[in-house]
């Protein structure tokens, strides 16, 4: 079967800088997506990762480890409208879906 | 960039009552949607991905006879909730992905808020 693992919940700082986790677990893996959601929306793209490495778009960055099963998103320079739920999404071919984390509730305080 | 629009944004109707939500594809052929469902505080969950011209194929446990989904053309895919009642309140939310790159990200519809009194 497939398991994604991410924290529940994290708080930082306005201006700081915060890392968020995601291990998984799946066959067939094709690459791993990031998502934000705001409480009562839909999610919106963030980063899609395919090859090992750091991708930086903008103050985001994704980082892949596909040997580890690991990915990271970075957030620099924290706003305070951050404050959302981000999702780490694993697409496998083996399944030929896209399976949901339970997601991560950044809380940015001032 | 790539929209889905989702209809309606929210729904409140009587227990007993069946409910459809479209789903289209505004600026992109999707020969594949999505259709997940999202209770509050968790993440979302895949009911059934929608394939243009044929049977939906659904996820384990969600019953095919109660979401019904019929993916018509490549810009649309339709959910509708057979007979809802209270314990089918919940955020749907529908996704599309363009066919050509199976790569390529989802992009979500704006969801869906079905209450069921």
């Known amino acids: 079967g497939q398991n994604i693992d991410q924290p529940t919940e994290m708080t930082a700082t306005e201006g700081a800088i915060v890392q968020i986790n995601c291990t998984y677990q799946?066959?067939?893996?094709?690459?791993l997506f990031w998502y934000q959601q705001h409480a009562g929306e839909a999610p919106t793209f963030l980063s899609y990762n395919v090859l090992d490495g750091l991708e930086e778009k903008g103050r985001f960055s994704s980082f892949l480890s596909r040997s580890k099963g690991y990915s990271y998103l970075l957030l620099k320079e924290l706003q305070m409208k951050d404050s959302a739920s981000y999702l780490c999404?694993?697409?496998?071919?083996?399944?030929?879906?896209?399976?949901f984390g339970t997601g991560t509730k950044l809380q940015v305080i001032p | 960039g790539a929209v889905v629009s989702q209809h309606p944004s929210r729904v409140i109707c009587k227990s007993g009552t069946s409910v459809k939500i479209e789903c289209r594809s505004l600026d992109f052929q999707a020969t594949t949607m999505f259709w997940y469902r999202q209770f509050p505080k968790q993440s979302l969950m895949l009911m059934a991905t929608?394939?243009?011209?044929?049977?939906?194929?659904?996820e384990q446990g969600v019953e095919k006879d109660k979401f019904l989904i019929n993916h018509a053309s490549l810009t649309l895919s339709t959910l509708t909730v057979t007979s809802a009642h209270p314990e089918d309140s919940s955020f749907y939310i529908c996704s599309a992905r363009k066919s050509t790159d199976s790569n390529q990200p989802q992009h979500f519809g704006d969801g869906t808020r079905l209450s069921i009194l």
């Open positions: 799946t066959s067939g893996f094709n690459g």
């Open positions: 999404a694993v697409y496998s071919g083996g399944y030929q879906k896209v399976t």
């Open positions: 929608s394939n243009e011209g044929s049977k939906a194929t659904y």
